[in-house]
Nanobody, 115 residues
């Protein structure tokens, strides 16, 4: 079955950095577009960044210039490098893959940015 396992979250101060990782199994990773979403306290889940199977990326306006999504097909892993973190970035971050059958989500990893 398809599994997405995120890691790398934690507590950082404003201006700090974190790198999130998501390891995928049960899919042909290199054939799928991947995404990172987040859901902050009292907020709706939103797209943070996405990367196509060809490596094209897009980022939400709120994180452009600070976050970067990348992938390593040899490791079945998608990354989210987060720099210059702000308290507004506090959220649970989820990895996502949209296959022909359905969407799959990881369990999420908590990122907390203190002011």
């Amino acid at each position: 079955q398809v599994q997405l396992v995120e890691s790398g979250g934690g507590l950082v101060h404003t201006g700090g950095s974190l790198r999130l990782s998501c390891v995928a199994s049960g899919i042909l990773f290199s054939d799928n577009d991947m995404g990172w979403f987040r859901q902050g306290p009292g907020k709706r889940r939103e797209l943070v960044a996405a990367i196509t199977k060809g490596g094209s990326t897009r980022h939400a306006d709120s994180v452009k210039g600070r976050f970067a999504i990348s992938r390593d097909n040899a490791k079945n892993t998608v990354y989210l490098q987060m720099n210059s973190l702000k308290p507004d970035d506090t959220a649970v971050y989820y990895c996502n893959v949209e296959t022909l059958v359905r969407d799959y989500w990881g369990q999420g990893t908590q990122v907390t940015v203190s002011s």
